[in-house]
């Protein structure tokens, strides 16, 4: 039998949780469905990442990264308060290790400045006070407000209370296609008078059977992490790398996690296909061909320097060499303390084919039936409040 609801929403991650909580504030009495095709929420991205509610100074004003970051920050922090969901509000440091570096932590807090971000740069003096255990060069860029939560925990929260508001959950059901206002999934059929795409992976793929970002394909970037486990005071706060800034990573950096303990990650290790995880588990081989397609044309033309980003992120998977770059912020840690790689993640970054650039900002596309989130890359997670209330204002209530 066939069910009909007002909105159907394609992944239960934090884009597609957060835009089901928007609607149902808006729209009480709205029917909602949300289904996806694993067996619970935050099974990819948004269970699988940092945790780090960003504070945001890395973006350019134009973005809407800028626009949402520190809101969002705000707002995730007081849903977790208000559902006791632990916080750890310990701040965050980014270091530099030249001259060059230093300039680019100047223009960081320039755009953090121009976002409304709450950052400023201090003294070696002043962030050693912070983090005794801190290397800079001359100085550092100081972020209060960057913190950490427990992603999967956050997701869970809110399940439950959509679940109280009587919206829908279908787990197990992936997405297959589409006839109008019907999709099609491995769990039957599904009519609404609006789609809306929170696909993360394969949201391009989902979109792209709507007809819409057809100029996009999937990039994949594996995200590894590495555990410290001698113990969990030589790092007291997040520490992070200058990053560079044309491409959307952040570098290997120390987070410092909600429950105190210290991961050096996440690298952005060139995938083979959208769920490469972990050996050839979820192999698909047409997404791998294709991907090997991109990556080798990425590899000729060097756009967005992709050789020396593929080399530099490749020797990664050296434990001796991904420790070192995180012995470079500090001044003592044990390369012996990092033993356990815990579950590594995946950036459904986009690639624009026409010109074989990264995109750098979240995408939206739609027509008066489906919305299409595409390119939620980091700091999605963090903006998810008030980018599901833009997507709702803008899209759903037409
Ligand atoms: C390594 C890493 C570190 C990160 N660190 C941070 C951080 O510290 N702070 C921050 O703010 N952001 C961070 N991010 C980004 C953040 O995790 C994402 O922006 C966010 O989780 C995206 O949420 P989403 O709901 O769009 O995607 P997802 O969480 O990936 O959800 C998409 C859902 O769609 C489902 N789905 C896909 N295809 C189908 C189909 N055909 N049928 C049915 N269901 C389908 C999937 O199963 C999945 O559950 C990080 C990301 C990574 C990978």
Same mark, same amino acid.
């Given at each position: 039998m066939q069910k009909s609801y007002d909105y159907l929403i394609i992944g239960a991650g934090i884009i597609g949780l957060s835009i089901a909580r928007a609607l149902k504030i808006k729209s009480p009495n709205a029917h909602i469905l949300i289904l996806d095709k694993? =067996? =619970?929420? @935050?099974?990819h991205a948004s269970g699988r990442n940092s945790g780090v509610l960003h504070a945001g100074f !890395? !973006? /350019? @004003? =134009?973005s809407f990264k800028a626009r949402f970051t520190v809101e969002g920050n705000c707002r995730m922090k007081d849903y977790c308060r208000a559902k006791n969901i632990a916080i750890n509000e310990c701040g965050k440091l980014v270091v530099a290790q030249n001259d060059a570096e230093l300039q680019q932590l100047y223009e960081l807090e320039r755009r953090g400045q121009r976002n409304g971000s709450n950052v400023r740069i201090i003294s070696q003096e002043q962030a050693s006070e912070l983090e005794p255990n801190v290397k800079t060069f001359q100085k550092a860029l100081y972020s209060p407000d960057t913190a950490s939560v427990d992603p999967k925990a956050v997701c869970a929260s809110l399940k439950e209370d959509l679940k109280n508001l009587s919206v829908d959950f279908s787990f197990n059901t992936r997405y297959i296609r589409h006839q109008k206002n019907t999709i099609t999934t491995t769990q039957g059929d599904f009519t609404a008078k609006k789609i809306i795409n929170c696909g993360g992976l394969y949201a391009d793929k989902i979109a792209q059977d709507f007809g819409f970002g057809q100029q996009y394909t999937m990039m994949p970037f594996k995200g590894l992490y590495l555990k !410290? /486990?001698?113990? /969990? /005071? =030589?790092?007291k706060m997040n520490i992070y790398p200058v990053p560079n800034l044309k491409n959307p990573f952040l570098g290997v950096h120390y987070t410092k996690t909600v429950t105190g303990d210290i991961k050096i990650g996440p690298t952005a290790i060139p995938a083979f296909w959208r769920e490469n995880y972990q050996g050839l588990s979820k192999f698909d081989f047409s997404e791998c061909a294709t991907t090997l397609i991109y990556q080798s044309r990425l590899f000729l033309t060097n756009s967005f320097k992709f050789r020396e980003l593929a080399f530099e992120e490749m020797r990664k998977y050296n434990k001796t060499y991904f420790v070192s770059l995180a012995i470079a912020m500090v001044q003592h840690i044990d390369p012996k303390g990092f033993t356990i790689w815990t579950k590594p993640g995946i950036r459904a970054q986009l690639l624009d084919k026409t010109n074989l650039s990264l995109v750098q900002d979240f995408v939206i596309e739609a027509d008066k039936n489906s919305v299409h989130i595409l390119n939620a890359v980091s700091p999605a997670f963090t903006c998810a409040f008030p980018f599901a209330d833009f997507i709702v204002e803008n899209y759903l209530m037409t």
């Amino acid at each position: 039998m066939q069910k009909s609801y007002d909105y159907l929403i394609i992944g239960a991650g934090i884009i597609g949780l957060s835009i089901a909580r928007a609607l149902k504030i808006k729209s009480p009495n709205a029917h909602i469905l949300i289904l996806d095709k694993e =067996d =619970d929420c @935050a099974g990819h991205a948004s269970g699988r990442n940092s945790g780090v509610l960003h504070a945001g100074f !890395y !973006y /350019t @004003a =134009d973005s809407f990264k800028a626009r949402f970051t520190v809101e969002g920050n705000c707002r995730m922090k007081d849903y977790c308060r208000a559902k006791n969901i632990a916080i750890n509000e310990c701040g965050k440091l980014v270091v530099a290790q030249n001259d060059a570096e230093l300039q680019q932590l100047y223009e960081l807090e320039r755009r953090g400045q121009r976002n409304g971000s709450n950052v400023r740069i201090i003294s070696q003096e002043q962030a050693s006070e912070l983090e005794p255990n801190v290397k800079t060069f001359q100085k550092a860029l100081y972020s209060p407000d960057t913190a950490s939560v427990d992603p999967k925990a956050v997701c869970a929260s809110l399940k439950e209370d959509l679940k109280n508001l009587s919206v829908d959950f279908s787990f197990n059901t992936r997405y297959i296609r589409h006839q109008k206002n019907t999709i099609t999934t491995t769990q039957g059929d599904f009519t609404a008078k609006k789609i809306i795409n929170c696909g993360g992976l394969y949201a391009d793929k989902i979109a792209q059977d709507f007809g819409f970002g057809q100029q996009y394909t999937m990039m994949p970037f594996k995200g590894l992490y590495l555990k !410290y /486990t001698k113990n /969990t /005071t =030589d790092i007291k706060m997040n520490i992070y790398p200058v990053p560079n800034l044309k491409n959307p990573f952040l570098g290997v950096h120390y987070t410092k996690t909600v429950t105190g303990d210290i991961k050096i990650g996440p690298t952005a290790i060139p995938a083979f296909w959208r769920e490469n995880y972990q050996g050839l588990s979820k192999f698909d081989f047409s997404e791998c061909a294709t991907t090997l397609i991109y990556q080798s044309r990425l590899f000729l033309t060097n756009s967005f320097k992709f050789r020396e980003l593929a080399f530099e992120e490749m020797r990664k998977y050296n434990k001796t060499y991904f420790v070192s770059l995180a012995i470079a912020m500090v001044q003592h840690i044990d390369p012996k303390g990092f033993t356990i790689w815990t579950k590594p993640g995946i950036r459904a970054q986009l690639l624009d084919k026409t010109n074989l650039s990264l995109v750098q900002d979240f995408v939206i596309e739609a027509d008066k039936n489906s919305v299409h989130i595409l390119n939620a890359v980091s700091p999605a997670f963090t903006c998810a409040f008030p980018f599901a209330d833009f997507i709702v204002e803008n899209y759903l209530m037409t």
